[in-house]
């Protein structure tokens, strides 16, 4: 049995001063339907040292894990019973886990209480949905005025090999040494090797106030615990805003390999990217890998350009093991950005311009009858094939490590997913390399696939 | 006809990063009811060199003047017409006029969108009164959680002599040597004074980040314009809420001579402090004034004693002359309020256990039938005497000086109050004596009573 | 008699961090021949509150006080005997006094140790004496990198009207408000008001790390008192290396009214600027006062004209009574200063380009001997004139405040200057001016000349 | 061979505001006798990115590589012609090697210039020689007085297995988490382990400002170059100064496994402790390794017990396999030196108070007739023979790594010590052990004794 402690800490930033009426809330929202929701939460932060995807083992490991928001006169309280040891020193909390513990609180509290229950978000229009990411992301003060841009977003898997793990860290690495930023989905893996290569870079460059952006849903984090270099924590509601969030606030782009995780992110980035509102958008966006990793991006140029057409090779650019490259080109795109920015009057913080349509912002429930009736075929629309390939990826995602869908997966077996002939057999390759390279589940356990095509 | 200029210019602070609905509201609401608003108090900022408190005077000098906001992709613009060249330099609006020009449109669109017009805080109660002047408190960002106590409210009038405004300066120079910030109503005189005499002392003391805050309300900002050395402004919606944030924000008072409105200001803090579930949180409050203005206390003295009792004198002391001795049972006093708090574990940026019972939250609308209705006698408890008569005072105040308060006496004659003989001969003493000291009007014109006593 | 306090201080800044040989030759430094210097530069800053420029009035006043360095492990201590008691609050020194306190005894252990008894600087030779001024400014911390041009010096009388007083704060105002520093004397009237009115401005502007530096020389300390906005200190040696540093230091130079001190700087700096080697340096010099100083200026044109011819006036511009212009002219100046050093690639922070002849460098110690020995005529170049008009008034800058020349002067009478007839008309005429406008002494004293012409 | 880049660079800090003598000097400084050792130095720090401890290699690899000082009118430049192309981003220089660069050739210069070449400093003296170290360290700006004890010296092998350096990172990991900063010899191994640990701790702790500082002396250096995450490196002139600087600029020492270096420092920490002059002083030491490194330490606490008695474990303390445990005791032990500072007045960044002799200061020239002379007996006090045996590790050093005595060791054979029989072999059989173990080169290569004993 893991060591735990039993202790109350005060919150940081904005949760620091608070009006009674928002304690009261905060206290009763915690007492409520939110509170298995922040208890989970809160647990991914503060098993901070182990590194595991398995978010219901986490859940058994310390199951008498509590958390609770007392109230005092000055302000708030947590009382946690029976957490991590891992989160403390000498009996004081880390006090990078406490900002990221105040972090989940924020964001669990500020979306419940001002994004869905109010009249002033109507979440089913596509400006209200933006509206509440741009919201969502403010108040958790990402959003900088003062900025030249610089923000990266790394994509790729949590379970990568040593080699493509150190190459995330080269390729953060001379991000670093070029004065960029790094923003990930925040857990291990290629979420992490790059923050860690920028930062050291940011150390040899003596680059103050560099930022390590973790962009998290209440549904993953428990798999994907934020790694300790992540210096601002936003957890957004589902999946689909996180994904907005991703694109709104970065300037650019990096793959690394993945599994579905990844697929689901290039296909919603490219059935954006693609849309005619957006074809003069500057927005750079480099899949990247070492050698080993030449045939994986292969096959997932062959799949875009099947599924997407050969017009979507406009948008990205493959490099194969050369760090430095990938760095340069990110600089340069990024410096493009700015001009059009400045051109345009637009924002720096935040890619009002970008339009994305209805379909890749509605959350998608991935129940097994949803799955089922995903359109995977060529008689639609590019981008209408890419949102709905983006939702089967995302289903698969959910059944791979998401509580619900693993526990649906567990009562009623593997999804089952429709496409026209080719499709699928394209489709069941992709997936079947997946599995092979091992990308979907951590090394060591077997993986059994959540899904069957037919 | 005084100079003026027609430019653009940009907002500061809060209003840089505005979400497209957000953009939207501020323009609509600058657009509609609020736009008259909008452009008095704006007009009071920017007319920052002519200091006067006639209101109606300074809006017929520049009555051309306008003011817009315009949209644009990277957020908002103020497009400023006829305004006055004195808050420009070679054409750049200065940074202290733009900020407080913000800090103003900030204030108005808050207040109207997420104070009045949303379910949140029900005005009608003590709670929500008080949630709501916190809440605009710390949108204007004035509440701090790394501070130690130091914050003294100095109230007093507009209109002083040379000798008391030098005497102000005076003050406010000890207290600042001792470390001590200052927060007003942001006009002139015993307004002005302190600040002055503190920003001195901060310099000699090298201290850095001293506040100048000034509180102020949309009724009287025209005709009390925010001095040049306020650093913080804050606009509450009407002068109860301004008062309330006074007493919460306040760790200790000083009060100068000054007229009607420091006789509200006085009647309002005595009779919270009175109540007896405030009898034992430590609020030091001091009068003060040069040796001409002994007189002045004296009659101050006599009639809160005869008005509320003997007892009252416990909540004050009253110090002539002596600078020094002041600024030191300031310091001591709010070393007091500092430990009280610890104790507590209260807050030190916000008194929330402050006791103020509805009737000094209800806004009062100074009509000649509220006013004639006013019960100004003993048979009632003391904290309710001294209720009425501070909406007594505050509807000379706004005879005085508040616009709607000018155009009713002038439409209908003065205010009839009515009151028991005693207490009604008291009253005229003292409304006269400041009359005779010409502390109603400023110095020039003849003063013309906005009421009579019968 | 004064209030006065005994107590120990510690020092500030680069006094902190002192070796134990350091702290030795402090102590023994301080109790040499050095001490009595100390003492009373250190009397003139603790006397901070007491305008006089009666120096030897003041060491009368208190002649107790006294002055001790004391060792301790963690390095010095200051022992205060009968210190002024203006300096304190409550016991404790006032900050900024105790800064400009560390300056003095930085500068005068330096000036003693590093500069006069090494074999580092010879200070007979050009490139010496500026060497040594630099590294004296620069042991002060003055040199700065990384700001733009913007130190305005400004010169002038320190016993002026109350009129031309409120100019000179007005002029500060309008540079204040312009983004401009000010440099001065340090004393009060025109070395006073510019840096208040500039303290304002910056306030306004909200302008944060402005720099208001005194320099001064030990000579004339006790006579201007450092004022308390004074917030970088420097004690020269001697007038010639405090004219130099502010030639070299200042990016432009502002002449308000002012007495036989203004005109031997007036003087020295056209001495300079009219060698053909400075032709091409960028200096904008301006010399400025109300409507009533007019005719001052007038005649100091005049004067310079015959004396130095009309070339002279290449080199500065009149403008009367127009603050907002003064503030405009300068602001180009420097801004044309900024752009010549940057395409010569000079440093902003130190004009080391200015070519500073020996003459102006040589310290004059003004005795009945040198000053009748000073060839004022026009057989030599103007720049010569120059030099020794500039010796002249020197002389009786001396014998009216600097200690040792009034000694001299209550010895063995006035100063007997020659020169040729009508330069010594004109030289008359213009000194006789001076005291008629009350520009050599304070107001209220009748001024006994400390020359004689013929 | 190895890619390189010429180009021109400006340096950082304290050589940015030079005179016209200083640059001079600089530039002819590095033309003259001290060209090579800048060089050598330079050649040391750009070659960042190639760990090697052969320094002749490093020298031979990049033998056209040069730096020259240029002269220009805004300061100086430094030309680098052939330099190590991983010390450029783009051709830029890398901020971390700029400052590394310029720490170099300030401290050369420096030493030279104001140290060695005058009379302030007589180094023949104790005092003397400990000023001189405190000048460098103050002209380095490592000297701060607003901070609290918190310096960790951590001495150790460069050349160590890979679970010893990971155990180092562990070890700085968790003095990090406490607040601790660490000072090592700046070069790899058991010098860099403790600093990357501490860097990822005081992330977390989200703590700014933190100290990693390398000192460091220019025979060594080409052998040790600084890691990356040196952000404050001094360049001690020999290698009696760097360990005076150790031990009075540090608040605790932390002993990793290491060779003769490591034997080297503990001698002479363990020589000065000894003394009675400084056994009231607390100074908390630390040996401490993995599990494997059990059997090395006891080795070496023989060695102590044999040749200085059993006292001499008072002075320090073995942990093994424990880094919560020698953190927090390293905590505790600072909080303890800081106390006794406090009680006695005493800086907390510099212990002046410990007596070093000057038996432990005088630079010991190890050729091979002074190696031959060492009196390794213990006919004589214990803190003389381990003054003696600190001198014969430290020639072995010097005959493995330092260019001297690698130089001198080609041409004369191995150093020859003489010891009285038990001590000799005692001697031999620690020696033996290091070599067995590998601590005397990097593995690979095998090690050719510089000694013999007998």
Redesign the interface.
């Known amino acids: 049995m893991p060591e735990t402690l039993s202790t109350i800490v005060s919150p940081e930033g904005s949760l ?2 608070l ?3 928002e304690v009261n809330r905060l206290r009763d929202t915690s007492t409520s339907g939110l509170h298995d929701l922040l208890r989970r939460c809160a647990l991914a932060i503060l098993n901070c040292d182990t590194p595991t995807d398995d978010g219901l083992a986490v859940m058994e490991a310390y199951k008498d894990f509590d958390i609770e928001v007392l109230q ?4 708030i309280r947590l009382k946690l019973s029976n957490a991590p040891a891992c989160a403390f ?2 009996g004081r909390m ?4 406490r ?1 990221q513990l105040s972090a989940v609180l924020r964001d669990i509290v500020y979306v419940y209480n001002e994004i869905q229950n109010t009249p ?1 978000f109507d979440l089913e229009t596509n ?1 209200g949905a ?2 509440a990411v ?2 969502i992301l ?1 108040n958790a003060s990402t ?1 900088r ?1 003062a900025q030249e841009p610089s923000m990266v977003v790394c994509w790729g898997g949590h379970s990568i090999t040593r080699e493509e793990y150190d190459y995330t860290k080269g390729v953060g690495y ?1 991000m670093g ?2 004065g960029l930023d790094i923003c990930t989905g925040c857990g291990p893996g290629a979420m992490k090797g790059p923050m860690k290569g920028a ?2 870079a940011h ?5 103050h106030g560099s930022r390590y952006l973790g962009i998290s849903e209440p549904g993953i984090i428990a798999a994907e615990s934020p790694n ?2 992540v ?1 601002e924590l936003v957890i957004m509601p589902d999946i689909e805003k996180r994904l907005e969030a991703f694109v709104r606030i970065g300037h650019g782009i990096v793959v690394f390999p993945g599994g579905v995780g990844t697929a689901e992110e290039i296909l919603y980035l490219l059935g954006i990217l693609m849309h005619p509102d957006n074809r003069d958008i500057p927005f750079p966006v480099i899949f990247t890998g070492p050698e080993s990793a030449r045939d994986y991006f292969q096959r997932i140029d062959e799949f875009l350009c099947y599924t997407l057409g050969e017009q979507v090779r406009r948008h990205y650019r493959i490099v194969v093991d050369d760090p430095i490259t990938v760095s ?1 080109l990110m600089r340069d795109g990024i410096q493009e950005v700015a001009e059009f920015r400045r051109e ?4 720096f ?1 935040f890619n ?2 970008l339009n994305i349509e209805r379909g890749f912002q509605q959350p998608f429930e991935p129940t097994h009858e949803a799955m089922a009736a995903l359109a995977l075929h060529h008689d639609q629309p590019n981008h209408q094939l890419a949102a709905n390939l983006r939702r089967a990826f995302s289903g698969i995602v959910a059944g791979n490590v998401k509580e619900p869908g693993v526990r649906a997966i567990a009562a009623r077996g593997p999804f089952r997913l429709h496409a026209e002939p080719e499709l699928m057999a394209r489709l069941d390759s992709l997936l079947t390399s997946f599995v092979a390279q091992g990308r979907m589940k951590l090394p060591g356990s077997e993986y059994v696939p959540c899904y069957t095509l037919g």
């Open positions: 620091e001063v009006s009674q009426s005092q006169d000055r302000g020193v000498d880390i006090r990078g886990v900002e002033k400006e933006t509206n741009f919201h403010r959003l005025t001379h040494l070029r930062n050291l150390a040899k460059q003596r680059r300790p270099i210096n340069r345009q009057n637009d924002a913080y009002w311009r």
